[in-house]
DNA sequence: ATACATGGTACACAAGTCACC
DNA sequence: CGGTGACTTGTGTACCATGTA
């Protein structure tokens, strides 16, 4: 912290016994101090702590990992960390982490690939972390629990429940029942589809919960517009949904999907929300500045960050492997401008 | 990567002398062969080979750094995660980083906050880091080099030259002269601006360059309008900009704000870019797709991490420090329909 | 005789811990 | 309370002796 580099006369920098010598007490008394044994004299505790703070002295972290096995790091295997989502939940995962005194080695797999991410499992493992902590699209795995190590403590941040492990994720069916619902209820006769990439655990269930809303108000569904998570995609699939006079109302599976409707829209001349309405997921920071505002659904991915490394923190502390534990984060409405009744 | 725990038959994980026992040499013979020691018998490297195979034998790390004093780990200080800007650079930092053979530990820390600065470096020092890349907005500490600990690698990052230290950054002022030298081609005689957030780097430089095209075109700056970097701030510009008619043209500091801006102008009725023209800095991915498409600043932030990873790995392997290198990657102009002429 | 390939031993790295006084 | 000494964790490595080609 200071810069200076504070070391022993002997030039190195100083290790357990430099203090002892200085404090005047052996090498034991030091780890004790350290370590917070409670048979320590309050004066001799603080002599040694004078010694530690004149000398600089910093644990060796090697060492220390060597002897109690264990690193204070967890491993984190994400994917698409630039789209909103993923970075939320990353974000979250690392100011719990730090809070609770880990470090967090994040790994990126840029793809939906299996053996990428076990590749990545394998190498972080072999760095010896405590624990591990996976955000990437994994539901095509259903055997996964299998392909891990098993004495790794592992929790999932991910889209939706993992086969044999503790998982947060949010109810992205909920989410996309609720929008659906909601333009069913302003009249909507019709809603249409804008879906995100294939392979994703959430594209399916917000799929599944517009389907779920549908069904339930026996309305049957149109095809659903093949998509993405980019704006370009909802660009393409929003001149598809121009062009259809029937269209009053479309679902889209996040909010860049979203951003490019709105364009699309807006280029042919149509209106949202009097003509068309459109929504979004994620409610991602720009979303109420679109034109117009969009109606979307909140989802607190810092906190499914959070509740996935406490999750973690309890299997390391407590060792005993409970149940799977599967915590569900309710997403939340957020109705804005770009929805209203349809056209009469 | 099997899952399968391969252990030896005491139960515990195996370490250099069961692969030395299995293959029937010595624990030294292993080492040279894990260490590429040329004279090994292939025969022999074949044999060891097969016993760490079978085994299912992974080296120490703890062990290896104990001795090399190398952890293959390099800490990675940042803040604002969340924004566009700084997640693209930690993104090409963590690829570069991982291609060379480095993990890299994250440690996100909030605000310009010097002290919460020093505070993650101290601690990624203490974990025994190889070397720490910067990407905090720094340049409110001139004497920073002396704060940080004497003998580990450092390259920054961030929005401009550090004091001292090696780094990568972007031609911000040149970036925002580009733009605004566009707007004043196409015959604004005004151009205002929409400032970053105070104590960033990056604000200050854009500013900077708006102020100079100005100043070579004998054009005297209106004030700049309190920004940030997100789209609320945009917005809340842009509406005290709607009502000025004399404004044809805004020079924002990110794509968000101009995103805010875009929104406010047109709940107003200000058309773009008829009446005003918009500019944004970044190049976000939706901003392409925005109404109207977004002229802007591409910077190639991956590259900005991967250059600052490269820097880097030259003083780790070099060791010599050679004179602070600094690297500038130049922007390019995105010319898009958020532009025209004035109205006359 | 001269490389080369390997074994054996010993110690270093820095901290944690146990038994005993 | 706290000192002493010995031993542990898993690798790296220097040194020196051997054997083989």
Redesign the pocket.
């Known amino acids: 912290m200071t810069g200076t580099e504070v070391a022993t006369p002997a030039g190195?920098?100083p290790?357990?016994t430099d203090v002892a010598r200085r404090a005047?007490?052996?090498?034991?008394?030091v780890?004790r101090v350290?370590?917070g044994h409670p048979?320590?004299?309050p004066?001799?505790r603080e002599r040694v702590q004078r010694a530690i703070d004149e000398l600089g002295y910093r644990?060796?972290r090697a060492?220390?990992a060597?002897?109690?096995r264990r690193t204070l790091t967890v491993g984190v295997v994400a994917s698409s960390t630039s789209l909103f989502g993923p970075s939320s939940t990353l974000h979250g995962v690392e100011r719990a982490a730090h809070a609770a005194g880990y470090a967090t080695i994040l790994s990126t797999s840029d793809a939906t690939d299996r053996d990428g991410v076990l590749a990545r499992v394998a190498q972080l493992s072999d760095r010896g972390v405590d624990g591990l902590l996976l955000t990437a699209p994994l539901h095509e795995v259903p055997d996964l629990r299998e392909h891990l190590p098993a004495d790794l403590p592992t929790v999932c941040a991910t889209g939706g429940p993992v086969t044999g492990l503790p998982s947060v994720h949010v109810d992205h069916r909920a989410g996309a029942r609720a929008v659906t619902e909601l333009l069913l209820r302003q009249g909507h006769r019709e809603v249409r589809h804008v879906g995100g990439s294939p392979g994703w655990f959430e594209a399916a269930e917000r799929e599944g919960g517009w389907r779920d809303a549908l069904a339930a108000a026996g309305v049957a569904p149109a095809p659903v517009l093949a998509g993405g998570w980019g704006a370009a995609e909802g660009y393409v699939a929003g001149l598809a949904l121009a062009d259809d006079p029937a269209t009053t109302a479309v679902v889209a599976a996040n909010d860049q999907l979203a951003l490019g409707l709105l364009r699309a829209l807006r280029e042919r001349g149509v209106d949202v929300p009097r003509r068309v309405s459109v929504t979004g997921f994620d409610d991602a920071p720009e979303s109420a500045y679109l034109s117009p505002p969009l109606t979307t659904v909140r989802q607190d991915l810092e906190r499914v960050g959070r509740e996935a490394v406490g999750l973690l923190l309890e299997r390391l502390a407590g060792g005993v492997a409970t149940a799977p534990e599967h915590r569900v984060v309710v997403p939340e409405l957020v109705v804005r401008a770009s929805t209203g009744p349809p056209p009469r």
Chains 1, 2 share one sequence.
Request: net charge positive.
């Open positions: 190195r920098p290790v357990m005047g007490v052996s090498h034991q008394t780890s350290l370590n048979s320590i004299r004066e001799t644990r060796n060492a220390r060597l002897v109690t």
